[in-house]
């Protein structure tokens, strides 16, 4: 217990520090006492320089911050269900949540990040991943909707992910080590039989598609966050091992007993060449691949079967691991793709290690033996440097492109600036409290622009009005364009943030669409004309064809339908205007509403249980006369003879 002792002790210390240590409010820090409030000012109607995707977390979905304002402009759902949208309960979109569990309403998103090229943000799809149900996603940003999910087989707890500088490749890795394929054997048996597999997921350059490229099968650790090389370094990629004792038990004591874990550096553009030569086994998988279909605005879930994989040992020159101190967690690479910074979520020092020195060392062969058959390399021939002192429970690091680094540090609750050029201790500012990720706009690309840093706190306390026992996580916002760090504004976010990415909102506001035209309308239960409108029985399928448009539905009164009978609501908004979408609800649907944009179909399931005259109406607030946009259905018993009927206004 002398082992669990110290690490509380640790722990303790560090709680003291966030309660004694510094000033419990801020309010005597620069923010406050100088011209904060102007400078995250947005006066009504203007807009905010940057766009800010922040994780959720929990929630499962993404939300859309303006900064610095820190103005909340949209929550994207993801891996959840969201009522608001009728996403994941809307016939179009359920398909979306499928995997090879059945049905899963619910996914812990994790990481995100904004595609990029030639290192920079592109501003086409942001890229994220769930931690329960293995899965990655792509946003795109010209709808702000989520188009694209690929599970990842043969996996666990997918939360090491990155993108390479192109979008090449996505790289998702698995959090806990599991049996590969999964099989059922004691978990006592884990160490050496247990394996954490790095999925490779190849996305296309035009249209953004991911397809499963291949699997390297990595020894049985935790893969905690990983990051691209950039630069020279393009063509490497970087993750954070945790857990290299392979224990299974009482974690917290039993996988922090090895002073150092590693950061796997694994060459993926060799690991390109192998598979493209040939290499490789394919295993059995059963995994599901999601995608809304751009013209339709349906998506279908199809079931693929098996992956390539390949061992890393039997592949001279893909991996190699740099021995890292106390558990690391962030593995970040700054914009020249020198630095690599680890951090020991329990070392008092942060490690930064050098690509160059890497390279050489991997030439000179300047090995300190292997992880099963992969060199580890020497500690002091691949250390760049190390900062001395910057504070307790390092975690993440990004870059604002001048030469300077920004770290979180978790237990003394603080974000500290330092130099990349000397390793110095710049300045520190305390977080509101206990900070996990930050981020700069850009800070993790080769062009960071490095005004803003955003820090996300695990726990908020006493910073906003109390609302019962948990209160939202929350993000603060820091000046870093001069030498000291300001803060400037909190704002509560929505579920854990467990990362968020930023960019310019002039690279992706002109590509905003505003509606979806009418007349480019695909989708297959589509009418693009009141006259059009109709309802057809297919035995006990009934489908209604129906239009909405300020201030009624067409039809609105609709007689024949049976108690027993599967109801489709099939509502296609008329409308041609930005920002008029149209709510669709019926008394008894075991569902949300239907949200349907302009120029959109969305479908409803309805499943009449008892007889009786039945209301529908618009949820959305769309006009003057929105509370008239109603209808009405009569539901006759499952063997009444009531006609099939409907109408608008008596046609
Ligand atoms: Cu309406």
Sequence with gaps: MNKLNSILSTFLLAMIMVSCGSDQTGKQSGALSGNAAERVYVAPGDHDEFYGFFSGGFSGQ???????????????????????????????????????????PWGDLHHLDISQTNGELDGRWIFTHENNTPRVARIDLTTFETVEILEIPNSAGN????????????????????????????????????????????????????????????????????????????????????????????????SSQNDKDFIAAINWKVIEEY???????????????????????????????????????????AVFFMPTPKSPHGCDVDPTGEYIVGSGKLAAELTVFSYSKMIKAIEEKNFDGEVYGMPILNYDAVLGGVVREPGLGPLHTEFDGKGNAYTTFFISSEVVKWSL?????????????????????????????GKYLVAMNKITKDRYLPTGPEMNHSAQLYD??????????????????????????????????KIFRLDENAHPHAVKREADTRVERKGNDVHVYMTMVRSHFSPDNIEG??????????????????DVPHGFA???????????????????????????????YCTDFCSALHQEMQGYVRVSPANSNVALSWSLDGD
Excluded at 90 to 104: C, D, H, I, Q, R
Excluded at 487 to 500: C, K, M, N, S
Excluded at 590 to 614: C, D, H, I, S
């Design 62 to 104: 993404l939300s859309v911050y303006g900064l610095p304002s820190g103005r909340m402009l949209k929550v994207i759902p993801v891996f959840s269900q969201d009522a608001e949208k009728g996403y994941g309960y809307n016939e179009e979109t359920k398909p979306m949540l499928n995997t090879s569990y059945g049905f899963v």
């Design 159 to 254: 939360h090491s992910f990155a993108i390479t500088e192109n979008t090449e490749y996505l790289i998702a890795g698995t959090r806990f080590s599991v049996p590969s394929p999964q099989k059922d054997m004691s978990i006592e048996e884990m160490k050496g039989n247990f394996k954490g597999p790095l999925t490779f997921v190849k996305v296309d350059q035009e249209s953004g598609g991911m397809e499963i490229a291949f699997q390297v099968i990595m020894p049985g650790f935790s893969f905690d966050l990983a990051h691209p090389g950039r630069n020279a370094s393009h063509g490497w990629m970087f993750a954070t091992t945790y857990n290299s004792e392979e224990a299974n038990t009482l974690m917290e004591v039993n």
């Design 275 to 317: 598979v493209a030569n040939g290499g490789g086994t394919r295993m059995t998988a059963n995994y599901a691949h999601n995608v809304l279909d751009h013209d339709t605005h349906v998506a279908t879930s199809t079931m693929k079967q098996g992956i390539l994989t390949v061992n890393p040992s039997e592949i001279p020159g």
């Design 421 to 449: 050029s000397d390793y110095q201790v710049i300045d520190r500012k305390p977080t509101y409290y206990s900070v996990g990720h930050l981020m700069i706009p850009g800070g993790n690309s080769r062009k960071p622009f």
């Design 480 to 513: 870093i364009s001069g030498d000291k760090m300001e803060l400037l504004l909190d704002f509560p976010t929505i579920g854990e943030p467990h990362y968020a990415a930023a960019i310019p909102a002039s690279i992706i506001k002109e590509n905003s669409k």
């Design 561 to 578: 339908i049976k108690v027993g009978d599967n109801v489709y609501f099939h509502v296609t908004n008329l409308e041609q205007d930005f």
């Design 586 to 616: 019926m008394l008894g649907a075991n569902t949300a509403e239907l949200l349907v944009m302009p120029g959109g179909t969305k479908t409803m399931l309805w499943q009449p249980k008892r007889e009786g005259v039945w209301p529908l």
